[in-house]
């Protein structure tokens, strides 16, 4: 079972670049795709960035992050990683890591089991 913990938000200008991170104290890491998602005040939880469980494998951005975010993960460490560049005030919100364990990487928040309690980015302009 997974148990995830967010850390890396806070506060940054537009423009600048933050990286989170998310560790599963869990026992089946490497075998789990992982997702982070993002969710603003009044709006639904949205996928950002997803990777499947092997290393090197295939990653997956959503429309408003590709080209500014890069997911990535280090299974010896049982860490999944969010860098964050070109900040905007777009991307402030609640940032959740999640994994799951179906067979192909998915893409919705459904088929994600497990769940960190979120960690706050805010951007300001």
């Known amino acids: 079972q997974a148990q995830l913990v967010e850390s890396g938000g806070g506060l940054v200008q537009a423009g600048g670049s933050l990286r989170l991170s998310c560790v599963d104290s869990g026992r089946a890491f490497s075998g789990s795709h992982m997702g982070w998602f993002r969710q603003a005040p009044g709006e639904e939880r949205e996928l950002v960035a997803a990777?499947?469980?092997?290393?090197?494998?295939?990653?997956y951005y959503a429309d408003s992050v590709k080209g500014r975010f890069s997911i990535s993960r280090d299974n010896a460490k049982n860490t999944v990683f969010l860098q964050m560049n070109s900040l905007n005030p777009e991307d402030a919100a609640i940032y959740f890591c999640?994994?799951?364990?179906?067979?192909?990487?998915?893409?919705?928040?459904?088929?994600?089991?497990?769940w960190g309690q979120g960690t706050q980015v805010t951007v300001s302009s």
């Open positions: 990777i499947s469980w092997r290393v090197g494998g295939v990653r």
């Open positions: 999640a994994a799951s364990r179906a067979i192909i990487l998915p893409l919705t928040t459904a088929a994600y089991n497990y």
